[in-house]
């Protein structure tokens, strides 16, 4: 991505956050994550989080509350605003518990500004869909850095829509991309179709999957 891309790429976030057309934004963190959280081992404490295109931080936060370090990262500066506006209400409603801790950054998620950390979990809602294809690989590399062995990657994806291929934003994956973009680093645990929020259902949806993969 050039540095013009990525500028324009941050000014079209910006502008959504903006102008408020955030339907993604419900309110309420994905069943399927929240799933995956009731099921899983209590982390250790402190072990690190990432939430990759984290938006107005609502499930950094999430994180943040099972009691890992949550670090979300995003390229608009204003889903981060709206995401420390979130953090500090948080932090005063004392919803946030001692052990848990998060932090925002902003960058661009192909260039992540982590090494390895030895992250137990990086979370994608929305975010990789939307990457450029020749982003991709690097991106992924970036996460495989950031986890540890056993970590695991949870992606919410829209599918490739012939229609909208081409369009400069959710292009979307095609089948077996997520498989392909981790090759023998990651191995996929499961893969679930999305169902619709009851805020998107009424507008035109696209096909969408949940992808759990785990890194070796
Ligand atoms: C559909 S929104 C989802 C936000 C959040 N995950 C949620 O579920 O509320 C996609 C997010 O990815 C961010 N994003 C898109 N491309 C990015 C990039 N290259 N680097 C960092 N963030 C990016 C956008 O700014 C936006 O906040």
């Known amino acids: 991505m050039t540095a013009e891309m990525g500028t324009d790429l941050r000014a079209h976030w910006d502008e959504r956050y903006r102008s408020g057309q955030t339907p993604w934004d419900t309110g309420i963190t994905p069943p399927e994550v929240q799933r995956f959280w009731t ?7 402190g072990a690190y989080a990432l939430d ?3 938006g107005s ?3 950094t936060l999430f ?8 670090i979300g990262v995003d390229l608009s500066g204003r889903a981060l605003m709206l995401a420390h506006r979130r953090l500090r209400a948080s932090v005063s409603d004392d919803s946030l518990p001692q052990t848990g801790k998060a932090v925002f950054v902003q960058a661009d998620v192909s260039r992540l500004p982590v090494g390895p950390i030895g992250a137990v979990y990086a979370l994608d809602i929305g975010c990789l869909h939307s990457l450029p294809d020749a ?6 590399r970036g996460i495989w850095r950031a986890l540890c062995p056993g970590g695991y990657y949870h992606v919410y994806a829209f599918d490739r829509d012939k229609i909208s291929a081409g369009s400069s934003n959710a292009r979307g ?8 973009l981790f090759g023998d680093a990651l191995q996929i645990v499961t893969e679930e179709r999305g169902i619709p929020s009851e805020r998107s259902r009424s507008s035109s949806v696209r096909q969408s999957r949940w992808y759990l993969l785990q890194k070796r």
Do not use: F, K, S, T
């Open 135 to 140: 982003r991709r690989p690097l991106y992924a």
């Open 57 to 59: 931080g609502l499930n």
């Open 173 to 180: 994956m095609d089948d077996g991309e997520v498989a392909a």
């Open 63 to 70: 994180l943040a509350r099972q009691g890992l370090c949550a």
């Open 39 to 45: 099921d899983a081992e209590l982390p250790r404490p």
């Open 52 to 54: 990759i295109g984290c």
